[in-house]
């Protein structure tokens, strides 16, 4: 709480953009957000995240490494350990707070996985990430894709010959993380079906992973989540065989929040660095000094409130986490009044799949949506409550 209170959104806004609620304010005149920057308020959550890391750690919380979990697959031992974070739920002692209810048949394993229908069983081929995540995660360097110099940021966009078949060249030289929870074109995905224990997942129309004629259970940019999908999830029928308590927080989040309340307020940036660096070093990339080093370093403020957003952009993904932080970073216009990209699934070729194509389903983000409508009946019940703005 009090990291959102510092963030920009409730705390006099950011960059180049004033606070949105000068004018909101309750019946009495008094400001319902302050429209102040206060450094303060990042010293205090600062604060807060380091106590509660303490607090962690002192009752045995830790980043789940060496895994021991019994499935051969991932084969890459890092990537084993990424994919695994919080589905080992045996062993990990990283997952703080957890929401607990079973997951249903229609929910976040069958939504992710390679299509499968009828007699042989059921998934639907739907948690689909876009461009623009797919875009987020580092190179194999630990560095963003449009500044580490060895990699080919130009030719991203090529299409490109591997033992599987032809890929995009954006799907290549990444970092474990992309590898371990992202399905490309003419990569793997650790899922049981029958006898195997992968599947060859191709997305063009007429593919596996292909929207074929359907008007639903398809991959809209191309690509599918593997990231909390357990790697021994049987499909054989219509089931979840694998369940796990879903992380509400967990330890990587508690040092990225510390990190970055460091950072805002100006002060032991090397701290912060250090524990961004946990992060980074479990996902199997150098830390920022070594990555950074080649391009100038990392070691003023700007740079580091980069670092540490697209820290938990590739570390949170799909943990609930994207959805707040664009908002309270006051970034959420730049990302949601745009549509999303992907590959053309219409494509039957490799020459017509891999063209970079708008995804159909509409986007639109206003300023009001920066904060939620409070409900019309909770507003009749309490005379003194005011709406929120725009609404």
């Known amino acids: 709480m009090l990291l959102y209170a510092a963030s920009p959104l409730f705390n006099g806004g950011g960059g180049d953009k004033q606070s949105f609620y000068a004018d909101f304010k309750n019946l009495d005149g008094t400001a319902l957000i302050s429209t102040t920057f206060d450094k303060e308020k990042w010293r205090r959550a600062a604060v807060a995240a380091k106590e509660a890391i303490d607090a962690a750690e002192q009752s045995g919380a830790s980043l789940y490494k060496n895994s021991t979990y019994n499935t051969a697959l991932p084969a890459n031992p890092i990537e084993k350990d990424l994919r695994l974070t919080?589905?080992?739920?045996?062993?990990?002692?990283?997952?703080?707070?957890?929401?607990?209810?079973?997951e249903g048949l229609y929910d976040f394993q069958n939504k992710s996985t390679p299509f499968l229908s009828g007699a042989q069983g059921e998934s639907y081929n739907g948690v689909s990430p876009t461009l623009t995540l797919i875009e987020s995660f580092y190179s194999k360097?630990?560095?963003?894709?449009?500044?580490?110099?060895?990699?080919?940021?130009a030719g991203r966009y090529g299409i490109t010959s591997t033992p599987n078949g032809n890929t995009l060249a954006l799907n290549l030289n990444r970092e474990p993380r992309f590898n371990a929870w992202i399905a490309y074109h003419n990569s793997y995905y650790e899922v049981?079906?029958?006898?195997?224990?992968?599947?060859?997942?191709?997305?063009?129309?007429?593919?596996?992973?292909?929207?074929?004629?359907?008007?639903?259970?398809?991959?809209?940019?191309g690509y599918l989540n593997k990231k909390g999908i357990a790697p021994e999830l049987n499909q054989s029928r219509l089931q979840v065989s694998v369940n796990y308590p879903w992380p509400v927080i967990r330890l990587a989040e508690l040092y990225l929040n510390y990190a970055?309340?460091?950072?805002?307020?100006?002060q032991d940036l090397n701290t912060a660095k250090q524990y961004i660096d946990r992060v980074r070093v479990r996902a199997g990339i150098p830390a920022i000094d070594v990555a950074w080093a080649p391009i100038g370093g990392a070691n003023n403020q700007a740079t580091l409130r980069s670092i540490v957003r697209q820290?938990?952009?590739?570390?949170?993904?799909?943990?609930?986490?994207?959805?707040w932080d664009l908002r309270r970073w006051m970034i959420?216009?730049?990302y949601l009044n745009q549509q999303a990209k992907?590959?053309?699934?219409?494509?039957?070729?490799?020459t017509e799949f891999f063209k970079i194509t708008t995804v159909v389903f509409p986007r639109s983000f206003s300023q009001r949506n920066y904060l939620m409508p409070i409900p019309q009946e909770e507003i009749n019940k309490n005379e003194e409550l005011v709406q929120n703005p725009g609404y």
């Open 86 to 102: 919080f589905i080992d739920k045996v062993n990990t002692k990283e997952v703080i707070w957890a929401e607990t209810r079973r």
């Open 141 to 153: 360097n630990g560095l963003p894709i449009d500044k580490d110099p060895n990699y080919d940021y």
């Open 192 to 221: 049981v079906r029958g006898s195997a224990n992968q599947i060859l997942v191709q997305f063009r129309k007429n593919d596996n992973c292909g929207i074929q004629g359907r008007s639903n259970n398809y991959s809209p940019t």
């Open 260 to 266: 970055e309340a460091l950072i805002e307020y100006g």
């Open 311 to 323: 820290e938990r952009t590739i570390e949170l993904y799909l943990e609930g986490h994207r959805f």
């Open 332 to 334: 959420a216009d730049q």
């Open 342 to 350: 992907g590959m053309n699934i219409q494509g039957g070729t490799d």
